[in-house]
């Protein structure tokens, strides 16, 4: 038997040193396709992460959608009404409402404008989002604005700066400034570094 397999491994080392181009031409092309299977998988969980990073860092356990939205956060819209029957539900120990808009931050000189995840979070409650540097939002009225890691690496601002947002409301564009209170680890929504403002501010600066 072990003569057998000696034989046996000799003929097969001696056929693929025969043939060692095309042993190499089908061992470059399972190289290559592994390589691009690989490639596509990173591909698609990087995308997959900037598009739910800040649902995935979520202090929350479960989020409430209107019906028939299809679990569409941009389709769902909840009321106040809503938001306190949720409260009041046996087990729950808090419950904050975020709404999701688009805008763009303005930024000095020649520098290309960053357009942002606009972010509308309760100050204090689930939602909005813990801060590496500075402090959390303070009312729910504040000029104020968290900025997340991706925005503060792309556009240099800095705990104290103020925020130069453009956002079209009607036909117009509109121009906000908040004041950055806190900085936030990669929290990016929908491929886009966010900013964090408090929830009635939010409703009176984003885009309609």
């Known amino acids: 038997m072990k003569q057998l397999l000696t034989i046996s491994g000799y003929l097969a080392v001696k056929e693929v040193w025969r043939n060692r181009g095309r042993f190499l031409l089908v061992s470059l092309v399972i190289a290559l396709i592994t390589l691009l299977v690989l490639f596509i998988a990173a591909l698609g969980e990087g995308l997959g992460n900037g598009n739910r990073e800040y649902l995935a860092k979520l202090d929350a356990e479960m989020i409430v959608f209107q019906a028939k939205s299809d679990f569409l956060i941009q389709a769902s819209r909840l009321g106040r009404d809503r938001l306190a029957a949720i409260r009041r539900v046996e087990g729950v120990a808090d419950a904050g409402m975020f709404g999701t808009a688009s805008a ?10 960053l357009k942002v995840a606009l972010l509308g979070v309760e100050p204090g409650h689930a939602g909005e989002p813990p ?3 500075g402090r959390q939002l303070s009312t729910d009225q504040a000029k104020e604005v968290i900025i997340d890691r991706n925005t503060a690496l792309r556009s240099d601002l800095a705990l104290g700066d103020l925020v130069n947002l453009r956002v079209t409301q009607g036909t117009q564009d509109e121009f906000f400034e908040l004041r950055v209170v806190g900085i936030s680890d990669g929290r990016q929504f929908a491929l ?5 403002v408090p929830f009635q501010t939010w409703e009176r600066v984003r885009p309609k």
């Open 104 to 113: 763009t931050v303005v930024l000095p000189g020649d520098v290309e404008p």
């Open 131 to 133: 801060v590496t540097q």
């Open 192 to 196: 886009q570094p966010s900013i964090f």
